[in-house]
């Protein structure tokens, strides 16, 4: 079994930066790819960012691309998104997730078979 923890979220003003982190349990963290998705009020949960196994390969999505930046540290099996430049537009519930069917990044929520409870991200303008 797998547990995942997000922390890191909170309020704050557009422009500012954020660290999300995603403290995991279980053996399957250091071999699987790893992924923030989030999602608003009113929309679909949507990809941010994925991670590789060994944090070699890693991916954004559009609206977040240059801005945000995902790493892991398997030792600590925790994986981190560091935010920066937020937009009002990013206020959402980021979670995180893990996908252990897989070996190279997932895009799709059906890819992942663990996900944490959430952190709530808010973005005043």
């Known amino acids: 079994q797998v547990q995942l923890v997000e922390s890191g979220g909170g309020l704050v003003q557009a422009g500012d930066s954020l660290r999300l982190s995603c403290a995991a349990s279980?053996?399957?963290?250091?071999?699987?790819?790893m992924g923030w998705f989030r999602q608003a009020p009113g929309k679909e949960r949507e990809f941010v960012a994925g991670?590789?196994?060994?944090?070699?390969?890693?991916s954004y999505g559009d609206s977040v691309k240059g801005r945000f930046t995902i790493s892991r540290d398997n030792a600590k099996n925790t994986v981190y998104l560091q935010m920066k430049s937020l937009k009002p537009e990013d206020t959402a519930v980021y979670y995180c997730?893990?996908?252990?069917?897989?070996?190279?990044?997932?895009?799709?929520?059906?890819?992942?078979?663990?996900w944490g409870q959430g952190t709530k991200v808010t973005v005043s303008s």
């Open positions: 997730a893990v996908a252990p069917r897989y070996s190279g990044i997932a895009y799709n929520t059906e890819s992942y078979d663990y």
């Open positions: 279980g053996r399957t963290f250091s071999s699987s790819p």
């Open positions: 991670i590789s196994r060994s944090g070699g390969s890693k």
